[in-house]
């Protein structure tokens, strides 16, 4: 049975840092590319970044470059995105994808919130 399970969100301030984690299970992990999509209230879903099965290449959309570290344990099954210096607008359910050609799995999501 494939799963992803994401883990590692909450309440957080402004400028401060989460670490959100994604554990795979039921398929073989080191194949699959990650992806981390984000979805706000009231807006449509969006690419946060992705890494190469190998973890060799990175991706990331602009907005969150430099603030936003995508990484991957294949040793673990695991994919993890690092997040500094949030900002309210980062507040939204954060879901974890793994793509192969045709092949798609999506975790349940995470919620993040950003608030003083």
């Known amino acids: 049975q494939v799963q992803l399970v994401e883990s590692g969100g909450g309440l957080v301030q402004p400028g401060g840092s989460l670490r959100l984690s994604c554990a795979a299970s039921g398929f073989t992990f080191s194949n699959f590319a990650m992806s981390w999509y984000r979805q706000a209230p009231g807006k449509k879903r969006e690419l946060v970044a992705t890494?190469?099965?190998?973890?060799?290449?990175?991706n990331y959309v602009d907005s969150m470059k430099g603030r936003f570290t995508i990484s991957r344990d294949n040793a673990k099954n695991t994919a993890y995105l690092q997040m500094n210096s949030l900002k309210p607008e980062d507040t939204a359910v954060y879901y974890c994808?793994?793509?192969?050609?045709?092949?798609?799995?999506w975790g349940q999501g995470t919620q993040v919130t950003v608030s003083s």
């Open positions: 890494i190469s099965n190998s973890g060799s290449a990175t």
């Open positions: 994808c793994a793509r192969k050609w045709l092949s798609e799995y």
